[in-house]
């Protein structure tokens, strides 16, 4: 998998060895029992001195790295501490092949319907993380065209790359009734780009099939058939949720006045259907610590936004001390197989 973006975040600490050996135990500490760590916890795993310990642990206090627990002089990780130890002390876990097969199978069940296949997603995100699972397709009817060009696939299949602007792209493959060369392609696109270019998304495919002057000249009537047929109506689907169950197991959320406002949240939508599909396409995206609302505090959000024709996003919504080894490994598989079957 390719590393992964952390949108966001401020940048992970310099820690030398002794603070990041501390502090790495503290997290470890920390994800397992959700309880504030002490010092003298830590000097059973760690081989340092008591006092070298707690001259750490106030280090990395006033890094603002870790905080004092409300009842004790134990501390916690804060998010920046969180989002520093995510940065520079994690990598993705390596799945086992029974869980890759155990993605490929689920999956495979629900190819070619959009709404199930993400549906099934967001079980499966839920039940390999055991954290909340998200999966959603969002409508690009609003955006407008910046740029488009083609690119030949083979004699009778050819690339569409559609650019919204900034970092967005998004690609259809079309299934040409006549072979196209390259120059004849390139061509077809400077019409497409005449007609088209400036327009939003929903213009774009009324114009593929109702604009006389795209259908005058064959082969970019070729193109616009193909197009219009491999995008014929905008996808969207409503923001599936799975796992709620987990999520209240954690001692975090356990009090329903903590884990309502969550779930309310993500009934709704916004903002985690936004943060999802405004990643760059095709890679991780880990946000540690949600402060667009409220609720969401003391959550991270882990996505996959799926390259293609379709925007879509696949995540998961859990507690800060998640497993992110194993979130980012289950989430970049699972994204990654569902780009290449919607």
């Known amino acids: 998998m390719s590393e992964p973006s952390f949108p966001g975040n401020a940048g992970p600490e310099d820690l030398g060895d002794r603070l990041r050996q501390v502090f790495a135990s503290l997290i470890e500490l920390h994800r397992r029992t959700a309880q504030p760590v002490s010092s003298e916890a830590l000097a059973h795993g760690i081989p340092l001195s008591p006092a070298s310990i707690r001259g750490s642990l106030a280090e990395l206090e006033g890094l603002g790295l870790l905080e004092r627990s409300r009842v004790s002089s134990a501390r916690v990780p804060t998010t920046a501490g969180w989002a520093a130890y995510v940065r520079s002390m994690v990598a993705p876990a390596t799945l086992p092949p029974g869980l890759m097969e155990e993605v490929e199978r689920r999956l495979s069940r629900s190819t070619h319907d959009v709404e199930a296949l993400l549906n099934e997603a967001s079980r499966l995100l839920a039940a390999l993380t055991r954290q909340l699972g998200l999966a959603l397709a969002t409508s690009l009817d609003e955006e407008p065209l910046r740029e488009i060009e083609l690119q030949p696939l083979d004699r009778t299949r050819a690339l569409m790359i559609l650019n919204l602007g900034g970092a ?117 995206a880990v946000r540690v610590g949600v402060d667009e609302d409220p609720s969401l505090a003391g959550c991270s959000l882990v996505s996959y936004a799926l390259p293609g024709s379709v925007r879509a996003a696949v995540g998961v919504l859990g507690p800060l001390r998640m497993d992110y080894a194993l979130t980012l490994a289950v989430v970049d598989a699972v994204g990654s197989r569902l780009a290449e079957l919607i």
């Open 168 to 284: 967005s792209v998004r690609t259809l493959a079309l299934q040409l009734d006549s072979p196209l060369d390259r120059d004849t392609l390139e061509e077809v696109a400077r019409v497409l780009r005449e007609r088209l270019q400036g327009r939003t998304l929903a213009e774009v495919r009324a114009r593929l099939t109702g604009d006389p002057e795209l259908a005058r000249d064959s082969a970019v009537r070729i193109v616009a058939r193909a197009a219009a047929e491999g995008w014929a109506h905008p996808v969207t689907t409503p923001l599936f949720a799975t796992g709620a169950m987990h999520m209240a197991g954690h001692p975090e959320f356990a009090r329903s006045s903590r884990l309502g406002p969550i779930l309310r949240v993500v009934e709704s939508g916004p903002p985690l259907d936004r943060l999802m599909v405004g990643n760059v396409e095709g890679q991780v």
